[in-house]
């Protein structure tokens, strides 16, 4: 089977999104390593527990028991409470390099959270679709976790 290589604007991907918080700073940046890490879900609120070493070259991975798993990504660069960055290949089985950055910054008691996804490679239309909303309900877990503290 011979196919056409597909474009490049099919093979990219960029999400900006912006989230306020009302918690301080470090509050909300333990929400958010919480929400990558073991209280991780899925869309439909399935948990999908994860592991996240957060320190540089630290990896964000889905731990299934038994050493059975997938590797989502490595800590490209952390600054506690204010930057989370993490490269890899993230939920892609195919060939797929992600880039996803965490930014927090306080200003009156109110945390916002700016977050990027970039992604170069092959990536199926029907998870195109579903991975900025999936993004979004992440963002918002971490809102609700936060501001609940």
Partial sequence: MISTAPSIEN???E?????????PLDVTFAALLEQLGPSNQRH?????????????????????GDDNG??????????KPT?????????ASYPFVSNVQY??????????ISFRHTA???????????VSQNWKLMLERVRKDAEGK
């Fill in 44 to 64: 439909d609120g399935v948990p999908m527990p994860m592991k996240l070493e957060p320190w540089p070259g630290g990896r964000w991975y889905r731990d299934l």
């Fill in 103 to 112: 930014r927090l910054t306080e200003a009156n008691g109110t945390t916002t």
């Fill in 83 to 91: 930057l989370i960055e993490i490269s890899g290949p993230l939920f």
């Fill in 15 to 23: 999400i900006k999104e912006q989230i306020a918080v009302h918690a």
């Fill in 11 to 13: 093979m990219t991907l």
């Fill in 70 to 79: 997938h590797f989502w990504g490595h800590v490209q660069a952390i600054k």
């Fill in 120 to 130: 170069l490679g092959f990536i199926q239309d029907d998870q195109r679709s579903g």
